[in-house]
Protein backbone atom coordinates (compact mmCIF):
# COMPACT_ATOMS: atom_id res chain seq x y z
CA UNK A 1 0.00 0.00 0.00
CA UNK A 2 1.34 3.35 -1.13
CA UNK A 3 2.36 6.10 1.61
CA UNK A 4 -0.68 8.43 1.87
CA UNK A 5 0.53 11.97 1.54
CA UNK A 6 -1.02 15.07 3.14
CA UNK A 7 0.34 18.43 2.45
CA UNK A 8 -0.78 20.44 4.80
CA UNK A 9 -2.19 24.05 3.96
CA UNK A 10 -3.03 24.91 7.33
CA UNK A 11 -3.64 28.17 8.17
CA UNK A 12 -1.14 29.25 5.55
CA UNK A 13 -3.48 30.67 3.10
CA UNK A 14 -3.70 33.74 5.75
CA UNK A 15 -7.53 33.67 5.32
CA UNK A 16 -7.45 34.51 1.86
CA UNK A 17 -9.09 31.82 -0.39
CA UNK A 18 -7.42 33.17 -3.52
CA UNK A 19 -4.13 31.89 -1.52
CA UNK A 20 -5.45 28.64 -0.49
CA UNK A 21 -6.63 27.99 -4.17
CA UNK A 22 -3.19 28.63 -5.28
CA UNK A 23 -1.58 25.95 -2.60
CA UNK A 24 -4.45 23.13 -4.20
CA UNK A 25 -2.75 23.95 -7.36
CA UNK A 26 1.10 23.82 -5.61
CA UNK A 27 0.01 20.37 -3.73
CA UNK A 28 -1.23 18.94 -7.33
CA UNK A 29 2.30 19.81 -8.52
CA UNK A 30 3.79 18.39 -5.86
CA UNK A 31 1.67 15.17 -6.37
CA UNK A 32 0.44 14.52 -2.92
CA UNK A 33 -2.52 12.53 -2.18
CA UNK A 34 -4.28 15.66 -0.55
CA UNK A 35 -4.04 18.69 0.46
CA UNK A 36 -5.59 19.86 3.79
CA UNK A 37 -7.09 23.13 5.43
CA UNK A 38 -8.70 23.50 8.94
CA UNK A 39 -11.95 24.63 10.36
CA UNK A 40 -13.12 26.62 13.03
CA UNK A 41 -14.98 29.13 14.47
CA UNK A 42 -13.19 31.38 16.32
CA UNK A 43 -15.94 32.01 18.94
CA UNK A 44 -16.68 28.08 19.52
CA UNK A 45 -12.77 27.67 19.46
CA UNK A 46 -11.03 29.58 21.78
CA UNK A 47 -11.67 32.36 24.70
CA UNK A 48 -11.06 36.41 23.72
CA UNK A 49 -8.82 36.39 26.32
CA UNK A 50 -6.42 33.43 25.37
CA UNK A 51 -2.65 33.73 24.66
CA UNK A 52 -1.37 33.20 21.47
CA UNK A 53 1.36 30.20 21.59
CA UNK A 54 5.18 31.64 22.18
CA UNK A 55 5.63 29.89 18.88
CA UNK A 56 3.04 32.30 17.35
CA UNK A 57 3.71 35.41 18.55
CA UNK A 58 7.51 34.65 17.57
CA UNK A 59 6.54 33.40 14.07
CA UNK A 60 3.79 36.61 13.52
CA UNK A 61 5.32 38.91 15.75
CA UNK A 62 2.26 40.80 16.66
CA UNK A 63 0.87 40.95 20.27
CA UNK A 64 -2.11 39.29 19.61
CA UNK A 65 -4.66 37.11 21.32
CA UNK A 66 -4.95 33.76 19.98
CA UNK A 67 -8.73 34.49 19.16
CA UNK A 68 -7.76 38.02 17.04
CA UNK A 69 -5.11 35.65 15.43
CA UNK A 70 -7.52 32.98 14.37
CA UNK A 71 -10.11 35.35 13.43
CA UNK A 72 -8.33 36.88 11.20
CA UNK A 73 -7.02 33.48 9.45
CA UNK A 74 -10.64 31.99 9.22
CA UNK A 75 -12.32 30.82 6.31
CA UNK A 76 -15.98 30.54 5.91
CA UNK A 77 -17.82 28.02 5.64
CA UNK A 78 -19.09 28.65 1.76
CA UNK A 79 -15.18 29.06 1.16
CA UNK A 80 -14.54 25.88 2.61
CA UNK A 81 -17.52 24.19 0.00
CA UNK A 82 -15.71 26.30 -3.02
CA UNK A 83 -12.24 24.63 -1.76
CA UNK A 84 -14.03 21.07 -2.17
CA UNK A 85 -15.21 21.61 -5.82
CA UNK A 86 -11.53 23.04 -6.69
CA UNK A 87 -9.91 20.09 -4.94
CA UNK A 88 -12.56 17.39 -6.77
CA UNK A 89 -11.73 19.84 -10.39
CA UNK A 90 -7.93 18.99 -9.73
CA UNK A 91 -8.56 15.87 -8.64
CA UNK A 92 -6.87 15.85 -5.50
CA UNK A 93 -8.49 14.85 -2.36
CA UNK A 94 -10.07 17.45 0.02
CA UNK A 95 -9.39 17.33 3.86
CA UNK A 96 -9.99 19.80 6.67
CA UNK A 97 -9.20 19.36 10.62
CA UNK A 98 -12.09 20.35 13.06
CA UNK A 99 -11.23 22.35 15.76
CA UNK A 100 -14.71 22.45 17.37
CA UNK A 101 -17.66 20.01 16.96
CA UNK A 102 -19.70 22.52 14.90
CA UNK A 103 -17.30 22.28 11.92
CA UNK A 104 -16.75 18.80 12.50
CA UNK A 105 -20.63 18.67 11.71
CA UNK A 106 -20.31 20.76 8.42
CA UNK A 107 -16.80 18.82 7.53
CA UNK A 108 -18.79 15.51 7.67
CA UNK A 109 -21.19 16.71 4.05
CA UNK A 110 -17.55 17.03 2.55
CA UNK A 111 -14.95 14.19 3.49
CA UNK A 112 -14.60 10.44 4.06
CA UNK A 113 -11.44 11.06 6.27
CA UNK A 114 -11.12 12.74 9.62
CA UNK A 115 -7.69 14.43 10.41
CA UNK A 116 -7.58 14.81 14.38
CA UNK A 117 -5.03 17.26 15.71
CA UNK A 118 -3.27 16.87 18.53
CA UNK A 119 -4.74 19.43 20.45
CA UNK A 120 -8.10 17.20 20.33
CA UNK A 121 -6.01 14.22 21.76
CA UNK A 122 -8.06 14.97 25.41
CA UNK A 123 -10.58 16.06 24.11
CA UNK A 124 -13.23 13.42 25.08
CA UNK A 125 -16.24 14.46 24.01
CA UNK A 126 -15.13 15.67 20.36
CA UNK A 127 -13.19 12.06 20.17
CA UNK A 128 -16.85 10.71 21.00
CA UNK A 129 -18.60 13.00 18.20
CA UNK A 130 -16.13 12.31 15.57
CA UNK A 131 -16.30 8.22 16.69
CA UNK A 132 -19.79 8.15 15.88
CA UNK A 133 -19.50 9.44 11.89
CA UNK A 134 -17.42 5.89 11.37
CA UNK A 135 -15.48 7.50 8.97
CA UNK A 136 -11.31 6.71 8.30
CA UNK A 137 -9.57 8.61 11.13
CA UNK A 138 -6.12 9.82 11.36
CA UNK A 139 -4.94 10.79 14.67
CA UNK A 140 -2.16 12.91 15.79
CA UNK A 141 -0.84 12.30 18.99
CA UNK A 142 1.96 15.18 19.86
CA UNK A 143 2.12 16.65 23.46
CA UNK A 144 0.43 13.31 24.40
CA UNK A 145 1.34 10.25 26.36
CA UNK A 146 0.97 6.31 25.36
CA UNK A 147 -1.90 6.70 28.34
CA UNK A 148 -3.66 9.34 26.89
CA UNK A 149 -3.24 7.89 23.06
CA UNK A 150 -5.15 4.46 24.57
CA UNK A 151 -7.69 6.83 26.22
CA UNK A 152 -8.67 8.57 23.05
CA UNK A 153 -8.14 5.40 20.77
CA UNK A 154 -10.81 3.94 23.52
CA UNK A 155 -13.13 6.99 23.16
CA UNK A 156 -13.20 6.51 19.50
CA UNK A 157 -13.86 3.04 19.68
CA UNK A 158 -16.65 2.74 22.10
CA UNK A 159 -18.39 5.48 19.95
CA UNK A 160 -18.52 3.01 16.82
CA UNK A 161 -15.42 3.44 15.05
CA UNK A 162 -13.48 0.13 14.00
CA UNK A 163 -9.71 0.15 14.74
CA UNK A 164 -8.87 -1.19 11.54
CA UNK A 165 -10.02 2.75 10.22
CA UNK A 166 -7.52 4.41 12.32
CA UNK A 167 -3.93 5.51 12.49
CA UNK A 168 -1.91 7.09 14.76
CA UNK A 169 0.46 9.71 13.75
CA UNK A 170 3.57 9.94 15.83
CA UNK A 171 4.41 14.40 16.05
CA UNK A 172 5.91 17.03 18.25
CA UNK A 173 4.01 19.98 18.43
CA UNK A 174 6.39 22.48 18.19
CA UNK A 175 6.99 24.82 15.04
CA UNK A 176 9.50 24.28 13.98
CA UNK A 177 10.29 20.93 15.93
CA UNK A 178 14.24 20.86 16.97
CA UNK A 179 16.01 17.77 15.39
CA UNK A 180 16.98 16.19 19.05
CA UNK A 181 13.08 16.52 20.29
CA UNK A 182 11.64 14.61 17.02
CA UNK A 183 12.10 11.20 19.22
CA UNK A 184 10.97 9.22 15.64
CA UNK A 185 11.24 5.92 17.96
CA UNK A 186 8.26 7.07 19.35
CA UNK A 187 6.56 6.39 16.09
CA UNK A 188 7.45 2.28 16.25
CA UNK A 189 6.12 2.49 20.09
CA UNK A 190 2.88 3.38 19.03
CA UNK A 191 2.52 0.43 16.61
CA UNK A 192 4.15 -2.23 19.10
CA UNK A 193 1.80 -0.93 21.71
CA UNK A 194 -1.50 -0.55 19.83
CA UNK A 195 -0.79 -3.40 16.87
CA UNK A 196 -2.45 -0.33 14.42
CA UNK A 197 -1.49 1.69 11.26
CA UNK A 198 0.94 4.41 12.25
CA UNK A 199 1.93 7.51 10.49
CA UNK A 200 4.07 10.57 10.72
CA UNK A 201 3.16 14.61 11.15
CA UNK A 202 6.49 16.79 10.61
CA UNK A 203 6.62 19.88 11.99
CA UNK A 204 10.94 20.03 11.30
CA UNK A 205 12.83 21.92 9.02
CA UNK A 206 13.61 20.33 5.84
CA UNK A 207 12.37 16.94 4.07
CA UNK A 208 14.83 14.04 5.71
CA UNK A 209 12.49 13.16 8.61
CA UNK A 210 10.05 12.10 6.78
CA UNK A 211 11.75 10.37 4.51
CA UNK A 212 13.36 8.75 7.59
CA UNK A 213 9.49 7.55 8.97
CA UNK A 214 8.08 6.09 5.74
CA UNK A 215 11.87 4.32 5.75
CA UNK A 216 10.78 3.00 9.28
CA UNK A 217 7.34 1.97 8.60
CA UNK A 218 5.32 5.08 8.32
CA UNK A 219 1.93 4.96 6.35
CA UNK A 220 0.76 8.23 6.26
CA UNK A 221 2.94 11.64 6.14
CA UNK A 222 2.31 15.18 6.67
CA UNK A 223 3.66 18.32 6.07
CA UNK A 224 3.12 21.59 6.35
CA UNK A 225 3.70 23.89 3.07
CA UNK A 226 3.70 27.41 2.10
CA UNK A 227 3.71 29.35 -0.97
CA UNK A 228 6.67 31.51 0.47
CA UNK A 229 8.07 31.56 3.91
CA UNK A 230 8.68 35.31 3.44
CA UNK A 231 4.50 35.84 3.97
CA UNK A 232 3.50 36.70 7.38
CA UNK A 233 1.78 34.08 9.54
CA UNK A 234 2.25 31.16 12.51
CA UNK A 235 3.52 28.50 10.29
CA UNK A 236 4.78 29.65 7.47
CA UNK A 237 8.37 29.37 8.66
CA UNK A 238 8.12 25.71 9.73
CA UNK A 239 6.58 24.96 6.41
CA UNK A 240 8.12 23.53 2.57
CA UNK A 241 8.09 25.60 -0.56
CA UNK A 242 6.54 23.65 -3.30
CA UNK A 243 9.35 23.03 -5.07
CA UNK A 244 10.74 21.25 -1.68
CA UNK A 245 7.04 19.68 -1.43
CA UNK A 246 7.73 17.99 -4.66
CA UNK A 247 11.25 16.49 -3.91
CA UNK A 248 9.61 15.40 -0.71
CA UNK A 249 7.08 13.54 -2.34
CA UNK A 250 9.82 11.97 -5.38
CA UNK A 251 12.07 11.09 -1.89
CA UNK A 252 8.99 9.17 -0.66
CA UNK A 253 8.26 7.63 -3.46
CA UNK A 254 11.71 5.94 -3.90
CA UNK A 255 11.73 4.66 -0.97
CA UNK A 256 8.81 3.08 -1.09
CA UNK A 257 10.23 1.08 -4.33
CA UNK A 258 13.31 0.14 -2.08
CA UNK A 259 11.75 -1.11 0.36
CA UNK A 260 9.00 -3.34 -1.53
CA UNK A 261 11.45 -6.07 -2.03
CA UNK A 262 11.27 -9.60 -0.28
CA UNK A 263 13.94 -9.45 1.67
CA UNK A 264 15.73 -12.47 0.39
CA UNK A 265 19.12 -11.78 -0.60
CA UNK A 266 19.44 -12.70 -4.30
CA UNK A 267 20.55 -11.11 -7.27
CA UNK A 268 18.27 -8.85 -8.90
CA UNK A 269 17.32 -8.49 -12.52
CA UNK A 270 19.29 -5.75 -13.01
CA UNK A 271 22.44 -7.13 -12.03
CA UNK A 272 22.69 -10.57 -13.99
CA UNK A 273 24.10 -8.95 -16.94
CA UNK A 274 26.53 -7.16 -14.77
CA UNK A 275 28.08 -10.16 -12.99
CA UNK A 276 29.52 -11.52 -16.49
CA UNK A 277 32.01 -7.92 -17.11
CA UNK A 278 32.32 -7.50 -13.00
CA UNK A 279 33.33 -10.74 -11.25
CA UNK A 280 36.38 -11.79 -11.72
CA UNK A 281 37.39 -15.27 -13.44
CA UNK A 282 40.80 -17.17 -13.63
CA UNK A 283 43.37 -15.63 -16.29
CA UNK A 284 46.72 -16.87 -17.24
CA UNK A 285 49.03 -14.38 -15.18
CA UNK A 286 51.80 -15.14 -17.78
CA UNK A 287 52.48 -17.97 -20.46
CA UNK A 288 51.27 -21.26 -19.53
CA UNK A 289 52.57 -24.52 -21.30
CA UNK A 290 50.45 -27.71 -21.31
CA UNK A 291 51.06 -29.67 -19.25
CA UNK A 292 52.12 -26.98 -16.47
CA UNK A 293 50.57 -27.22 -12.99
CA UNK A 294 48.32 -23.95 -11.86
CA UNK A 295 49.78 -22.04 -8.99
CA UNK A 296 49.59 -18.80 -7.41
CA UNK A 297 52.66 -17.73 -9.99
CA UNK A 298 51.22 -18.36 -13.25
CA UNK A 299 47.32 -17.95 -12.85
CA UNK A 300 45.23 -14.29 -11.78
CA UNK A 301 41.83 -12.99 -10.92
CA UNK A 302 40.94 -10.68 -13.07
CA UNK A 303 37.66 -9.16 -15.10
CA UNK A 304 36.99 -10.85 -18.33
CA UNK A 305 33.66 -11.39 -20.53
CA UNK A 306 34.11 -15.23 -20.06
CA UNK A 307 36.16 -17.93 -17.98
CA UNK A 308 35.84 -19.73 -15.01
CA UNK A 309 34.67 -18.37 -11.61
CA UNK A 310 37.21 -16.56 -9.21
CA UNK A 311 35.27 -19.01 -6.86
CA UNK A 312 36.74 -22.38 -8.32
CA UNK A 313 40.40 -20.98 -6.88
CA UNK A 314 40.86 -23.38 -4.87
CA UNK A 315 39.78 -26.24 -7.27
CA UNK A 316 41.93 -25.12 -10.02
CA UNK A 317 45.01 -24.92 -7.85
CA UNK A 318 47.48 -27.87 -8.35
CA UNK A 319 45.75 -29.02 -11.64
CA UNK A 320 47.59 -29.66 -14.72
CA UNK A 321 46.95 -27.18 -17.65
CA UNK A 322 45.56 -28.95 -20.69
CA UNK A 323 46.13 -26.25 -23.01
CA UNK A 324 48.88 -23.34 -23.73
CA UNK A 325 47.54 -20.30 -22.39
CA UNK A 326 48.73 -16.50 -23.48
CA UNK A 327 48.84 -14.06 -20.74
CA UNK A 328 45.38 -12.77 -20.00
CA UNK A 329 43.92 -15.80 -22.08
CA UNK A 330 41.08 -16.93 -19.66
CA UNK A 331 42.03 -20.35 -18.24
CA UNK A 332 39.39 -23.41 -19.58
CA UNK A 333 39.58 -27.02 -18.17
Not at 31 to 51: H, M, P, R
Not at 110 to 131: M, R, V, Y
Not at 142 to 162: D, F, H, N
Amino acid sequence: MSVFIIAEAGVNHNGDIALAKKMIDVAVEAGVDAVKFQTWKSELLVTKYTKQAEYQTRNTGLKESQFEMLKRLELSYSEFRELKRYCDLKNIIFLSTPDEIVSADFLNELQEIFKIGSGELTNIPFLHHIGKFQKQVILSTGMGTLGEVEKALQTLIEAGMEKENITLLHTTTMYPTPMEEVNLKAMLTLKEAFKMAVGYSDHTMGIEIPLAAVALGAQVIEKHFTLSRKMDGPDHKASLEGHELKQMVIGIRNIEKAIQGTGEKIPQASEIENQKVIRKVIVAKKFIQKGEKFSIENIITKRAEEGISAALWPNIIGLESKYNFEEDEAIRL
